[in-house]
T-cell receptor
Framework: EAQVTQNPRYLITVTGKKLTVTCSQN?????MSWYRQDPGLGLRQIYY???????DKGDVPEGYKVSRKEKRNFPLILESPSPNQTSLYFC?????????????FGPGTRLTVL | AQKVTQAQTEISVVEKEDVTLDCVYE???????LFWYKQPPSGELVFLIR??????QNEISGRYSWNFQKSTSSFNFTITASQVVDSAVYFC?????????FGAGTRLFVKA
């Protein structure tokens, strides 16, 4: 089944404790991206990747890191999480490097930072 | 920043009513793409439609229709004869390359 998977689905952590949210797609998509969803703000793009080893900042990259060592995986790293990073996170992928087609979204990861 | 504005935060209708969700975008790009996504209460994001900036034809898919007007930078979404299953948050989005900008979303309640 074609899909984007994210793990974990739920995570409660404490300020400053490094964490990684994994994202994997099995559709051989070129483009992958991370978004955060907050009430009243919609989805905001954190980072995106057009291809292996090519990443760039979205609109809200502060406090996050990403890497794209393999085409299928695009982990999101929070090296020192803070309470303002409490949010619902979505990973997405799209066929082409430029977003001209629909994005396929993972199920979301709800992160709480205490 | 090039914004996408969904001015309606919440809309409540009774089943079988028609409802239109508004979306206004800003862009400096000549080529861009517009999207609508649905987020039902279960939380997943579901793609509904994509439009490119050169195709202003309106589109109808069952009870759903979309009106793209480049002159007013709008891409509105109408649900005809709404049903309870249409209750969800709907997001409009624009991409002009590698970045995607989403609107804040419109929460639609359809009451039986």
């Amino acid at each position: 089944e074609a899909q984007v998977t994210q793990n974990p689905r739920y995570l409660i952590t404490v300020t400053g404790k490094k964490l990684t949210v994994t994202c994997s797609q099995n559709m051989n998509h070129e483009y992958m991206s991370w978004y955060r969803q907050d009430p009243g703000l919609g989805l905001r793009q954190i980072y995106y990747s057009m291809n292996v080893e090519v990443t760039d900042k979205g609109d809200v990259p502060e406090g996050y890191k990403v890497s794209r060592k393999e085409k299928r995986n695009f982990p999101l790293i929070l090296e020192s999480p803070s309470p303002n990073q409490t949010s619902l996170y979505f990973c997405a992928s799209s066929l082409w490097p430029r977003v001209s087609d629909e994005q396929f979204f993972g199920p979301g990861t709800r992160l709480t930072v205490l | 920043a090039q914004k996408v504005t969904q001015a309606q935060t919440e809309i409540s209708v009774v089943e079988k009513e028609d409802v239109t969700l508004d979306c206004v975008y800003e862009t400096r790009d000549t080529t861009y793409y517009l999207f609508w996504y649905k987020q039902p209460p279960s939380g997943e994001l579901v793609f509904l439609i994509r439009r490119n900036s050169f195709d202003e034809q309106n589109e109808i898919s069952g009870r759903y229709s979309w009106n793209f007007q480049k002159s007013t930078s709008s891409f509105n979404f109408t649900i005809t004869a709404s049903q309870v299953v249409d209750s969800a948050v709907y997001f409009c989005a624009r991409s002009g390359g590698f970045k995607t900008i989403f609107g804040a979303g419109t929460r639609l309640f359809v009451k039986a």
